[in-house]
């Protein structure tokens, strides 16, 4: 079987699907319960405590048992089998029925040795089980230098037994390593076979990779640039064991143990790896990282997202576009055998394989947690949310992320200021799509961190690299793009070369992106500035007032005004801004983005723009609301109309106004709200409230002659791929926004200033993630 290289990096999809609290084991029910995720096949077994004072009773169970942390993993009974899950004491923590392949896990198990799994009548029990809690589940280091890994398919063994899926690819032969590695960890396919790569056979003497080609696209290119590469199926996907559950803490301890087998190998470059992967597989590093791996030299995490509640929740609206779809068919495809690569390695007589799939019914309903959690908890959200703990990652990190990304979202750039624990990092950010983060801006930058903190060398490309670079830049994006120069090859030691990159500042900022290639829509910015922090320190807030005549004045209305009113078309949530068969990582999309209907938004713009603002950071749009109903879901769009007569998108933010209290940590630039349930506040009908809507991060040029435009309408019709579960409210509802100096709303950007932009006004259309229609005048309609 062959495969299109397009399609390698087609990563499937980004990162979200759930609040399940990353630190608990989930179940319905009390403090041990049956059903969701757990381990599979492998070296498993009936381990802990023996019988009181004598011989242990290793029991006479027909089905196989495991203890884990705070789970027991139950498969090979019968179908619909009644069982007991019973302490040391004989007390009945728990209970459940054996599904159609005759497995059960039992869930949130206080930690323990003697426990036994029973069947209901008694007539067969298992030998003495031990569970622990997560501190004590650690192995010494002799565990994963035990196990030996090679080119090819294979297993590693976590430290409850349960045996995860590999891909191994090397540069050479094991006897002329060892090479710099890189792991790519995901609920994907990463440990599926590889296959040869669509028209490179004539390369595969030179690049022996293209006719093995990994499935994860980073780790492609990794093996391209003379790494080796190794792909782990995270617990219940592909041919790996146990149940999936999103994030929980056996997929955390499941990576440690991943890096440290891995790390063991003789094969590796100074006994540590780094990680790589866009999107999920992005998302997976800061979780393993967090645990601090001692064999983990780096993280390269791209095209991410910054809490799960925001992509899933973006602004307390649940995104049952993208953020559903992808748990949907991440959660599809950890049933058994569904991601269509298993069977054929089951066919080919991995026994492995096949055992493995029987646990896999035990996933849990991330789709479910999904709806059962429409507000933020602490005990929820927080283990999956990587803003409370990215500041204890303590390696290098390499990190970018794109403002409009259509999967992931904009709400990464929380987590711009909180990786403190690293002193070594690099953040990337600019306008553009999911895909971006491969793009050769970024590319070059992401070989030069992997060889300064993995390899331990100069960076300087392989020539092969950038033979080959024309043709795969092509296929990815559609247009042709040079890779740009190697900035650390005239340095003569790698020690020279590293005092270099960490002299550089932490944030660089592409702007532009897409007008700055030959071919307008490639991925190319237009210039670059770096920055020492997040915002930077030279960061000034700049405020617009909402004024008569749908103007935006640089003063707070003088006195009375009348309020605008609109009615919200509920029927926008489910639309994107792509025409049928239109694809948003071509470097032109085929838009349809939409212009607002009459009464259906309210919008206001500034005069021409005098100087030439740079906005690099979040905006806040303060509203002053009344409505007609308790409940208003509020999409507010910033878009620039240039002095060429076209309209340019620059970034959205929503808001369900019941939702409106704000965090400690809101300020004038982001008005953070803690979505919680105790602070959800609905609308008085004909009472006004102030509403300030925060728009997540963006860059862009405001030049000379330009106008700032703030529409605030329903959700939709401005992402290409999420959509919005708005509130049923009454079709006769209308929303009235104040402009007058009782209730002045306003929108504060942050202008970062700086040298004035090298070049001129970009192509409309041609900035990526940004679409472009030609402007129209709007009359807003008083209330």
Request: charged share 15%.
């Amino acid at each position: 079987m062959r495969v299109a290289f397009a399609s390698l990096f087609c990563l499937a999809l980004a990162a979200c699907g759930t609040d399940e609290p990353v630190g608990s084991v989930a179940s319905s029910g009390g403090a041990a319960g049956a059903s969701g995720s757990g381990g599979a096949s492998g070296a498993a077994g009936a381990s802990g405590a023996g019988g009181a004072g004598g011989a242990v009773d290793p029991g006479n169970a027909t089905f196989s048992v495991r203890g884990s942390v705070e789970q027991v993993h139950v498969w090979k009974a019968a179908p619909a089998t009644g069982l007991e899950l019973v302490s040391e004491s004989g007390v009945v923590v728990a209970s459940g029925d054996t599904d159609d392949l005759g497995s059960l896990v039992f869930r949130k198990v206080p930690p323990g040795s003697g426990y036994r799994v029973r069947t209901a009548s008694a007539a067969e029990r298992s030998g003495p089980i031990e569970v622990w809690d997560l501190a004590a589940s650690e192995r010494p280091r002799s565990f994963y230098e035990s196990q030996a890994l090679s080119a090819g398919s294979g297993y590693l063994t976590t430290r409850d037994g349960t045996k995860l899926a590999v891909y191994v690819t090397l540069p050479g032969p094991i006897e002329d390593g060892p090479y710099p590695t890189v792991v790519n960890y995901s609920g994907y396919d990463p440990a599926r076979p590889g296959e040869p790569m669509e028209g490179m056979s004539g390369l595969c003497g030179s690049l022996p990779v293209l006719c093995d080609a990994p499935a994860d696209g980073s780790a492609l290119v990794a093996a391209v640039m003379g790494y080796a590469t190794v792909g782990v199926n995270m617990r219940g996907t592909g041919c790996s064991g146990g149940a999936y559950d999103f994030f929980e803490d056996l997929q955390l301890t499941d990576g440690y143990d991943a890096i440290e087998v891995v790390a063991a190998q003789p094969w590796v470059l100074h006994g540590k790896v780094g990680m790589t992967g866009l999107s999920y597989p992005g998302i997976s590093q800061m979780f393993v990282a967090k645990m601090h791996p001692p064999g983990l030299a780096a993280i390269t995490p791209l095209s991410v997202i910054g809490n799960t509640f925001t992509t899933l929740v973006p602004g307390g609206i649940l995104n049952d576009g993208f953020a559903l779809s992808w748990a949907d068919g991440v959660l599809s495809k950890a049933s058994p055998y569904a991601q269509g690569w298993e069977q054929a390695r089951v066919d080919a007589g991995d026994t492995v394989c096949e055992e493995n799939q029987l646990l896999h019914g035990q996933k849990v309903d991330i789709l479910q947690k999904a709806y059962d959690n429409p507000f933020y908890s602490a005990e929820v959200g927080d283990p999956v949310n990587p803003e409370t703990f990215v500041d204890r990652i303590e390696v290098p990190v390499f990190f970018g992320s794109a403002f409009q990304d259509e999967q992931t979202g904009p709400y990464f750039f929380t987590l711009l200021s909180r990786f403190s624990g690293a002193d070594s990092a690099r953040f990337t950010v600019y306008n553009g799509v999911h895909v971006d983060g491969f793009a050769p801006a970024l590319l070059v930058e992401w070989h030069a961190f992997l060889e300064l903190f993995v390899a331990q060398r100069v960076p300087v490309l392989p020539p092969a690299v950038r033979v080959l670079a024309p043709a795969l830049v092509s296929k990815i994006f559609g247009a042709s793009v040079p890779l740009p120069p190697d900035r650390f090859a005239s340095y003569a030691t790698h020690a020279e070369a590293l005092a270099a990159w960490k002299a550089e500042p932490r944030i660089r900022v592409l702007y532009e992106n897409g007008g700055g290639a030959t071919d307008p829509g490639a991925p190319a910015p237009t210039f670059e500035r770096s920055y020492e922090q997040f915002p930077p320190t030279q960061t000034t807030p700049r405020r617009w007032y909402f004024t008569e005549g749908g103007i935006l004045g640089d003063t707070p209305p003088a006195g009375a005004a009348p309020a605008v009113a609109f009615t919200p078309d509920l029927t926008a949530a489910d639309r994107g801004i792509l025409a049928p068969g239109g694809g948003i990582w071509d470097p032109l999309p085929a838009y349809d983005w939409p212009r607002p209907v009459a009464g259906a938004a309210a919008i206001w713009e500034t005069a021409p723009l005098s100087e030439e603002l740079i906005a690099f950071g979040s905006a806040s749009v303060d509203l002053w609301v009344r409505s007609t109903h308790t409940e208003a879901d509020l999409e507010v769009t910033l878009s620039e109309i240039r002095p060429d007569g076209n309209e340019m998108y620059i970034q959205s933010g929503w808001l369900r106004a019941s939702q409106r209290a704000l965090a400690a940590g809101a300020s004038e630039l982001w008005p953070a709200h803690t979505h919680l349930a105790s602070d959800v506040s609905a609308l008085v009908p004909g009472e006004w409230v102030e509403v300030r809507v925060g728009v997540p991060a963006f860059a862009h040029v405001l030049r000379a002659g330009s106008r700032l435009r703030v529409t605030v309408d329903a959700p939709g019709e401005s992402r290409a791929e999420w959509r919005f579960a708005v509130a049923d409210v009454p079709a006769s509802t209308r929303h009235s926004i104040g402009q007058e100096l009782a209730r002045p709303s306003s929108v504060a950007l942050s202008l970062v200033g700086g040298a004035a932009a090298p070049t001129p006004l970009p192509p409309c259309p041609s900035l990526r993630g940004q679409p472009c229609r030609a402007h129209e005048a709007y009359a807003n309609t008083p209330e």
